[in-house]
């Protein structure tokens, strides 16, 4: 009786039309070229995923082939804000034909991790890269979340790789988190399970779409956000106070 659920600000952005750029607009500030479908790479923190350089590589060559195959398609590479590591760098100049980084707008107050901050314009920005992008790939990132609010689908990369940094540490580990306990379906987000599959994705999504997914993707923003979430704020006010008229009483 004493636990409010509420859901969380953190996506009341994306309900924001006043964030929204066009198309045009938002592609014309990055210098992207409107003819070419994107999608986004969002990099996680290198304790969630310490492969993550691996896995915005096999990304890469997977869009690379695709582009060969005659697809007009680049990646939009986001890190996680609280990473600025160099680990990215070998691959992103191994793949600056396809990869294009474009850098979270967060603000520093300190030299900690949890010192960095979000800002309104990377409100916006984050708002319109999922808004005008095809969809979003990562690690288990709460960015489906972002993505779905726009409508559109998550891939969940599922492998391990050779040689990595930490002993103990398998995507098996993460998917037992119990975040993803709540999924619906495990149908709420492709999942990568081979590097080779993310080619399969994506081609899917730029011919079929991504109805279902999204579909299923949504229940599950609405499950552990509760339905309109722009009103997160709004119920969060109303349970503070209903906890100190409890606690008076």
Same mark, same amino acid.
């Given at each position: 009786s004493q636990i409010h659920v509420t859901g969380t600000p953190q996506f009341e952005m994306h309900t924001d039309k006043a964030l929204l750029l066009s198309r045009e607009e938002f592609l014309g500030s990055y210098q992207l070229d409107v003819n070419t479908k994107y999608i986004c790479y969002s990099g996680d923190d290198i304790t969630t995923s310490p492969n993550d350089p691996v896995y915005l590589r096999d990304t890469a060559a997977s869009v690379r082939s695709l582009v060969k195959g005659g697809n007009r398609i680049k990646l939009?590479?986001?890190? !996680?804000?609280?990473?600025?590591?160099?680990?990215?760098? =070998?691959?992103? =100049?191994?793949?600056?034909?396809?990869?294009?980084?474009?850098?979270?707008? +967060?603000?520093?107050?300190?030299?900690? +991790?949890?010192?960095?901050?979000? @800002?309104?314009?990377?409100?916006?920005?984050?708002?319109?890269?999922?808004?005008? @992008? =095809?969809?979003?790939?990562?690690?288990?990132?709460?960015?489906?979340?972002?993505?779905? /609010?726009?409508?559109?689908? !998550? /891939?969940f990369i599922n492998y391990d790789v050779e040689s990595c940094p930490v002993a103990d540490w398998s995507v098996e580990k993460i998917y037992n988190y119990v975040h993803f306990r709540s999924m619906p379906t495990k149908d709420a987000v492709f999942w990568v399970n081979h590097p080779k599959a993310t080619e399969q994705i994506i081609e899917k999504v730029l011919n079929q779409g991504g109805a279902e997914v999204v579909k299923n993707a949504y229940h599950w923003f609405e499950k552990i956000n509760k339905p309109r979430p722009e009103q997160a704020n709004e119920r969060i006010w109303k349970a503070i106070q209903s906890i100190v008229k409890e606690h008076a009483a």
């Open positions: 939009l590479f986001r890190r !996680c804000p609280v990473d600025f590591s160099n680990r990215y760098d =070998e691959v992103l =100049e191994a793949y600056k034909d396809v990869i294009i980084p474009i850098d979270p707008l +967060w603000k520093s107050v300190g030299d900690r +991790w949890d010192a960095k901050l979000p @800002t309104k314009e990377d409100m916006q920005l984050l708002s319109n890269l999922a808004a005008h @992008t =095809e969809m979003v790939i990562n690690l288990g990132s709460s960015m489906v979340f972002d993505f779905v /609010a726009h409508q559109k689908p !998550c /891939a």
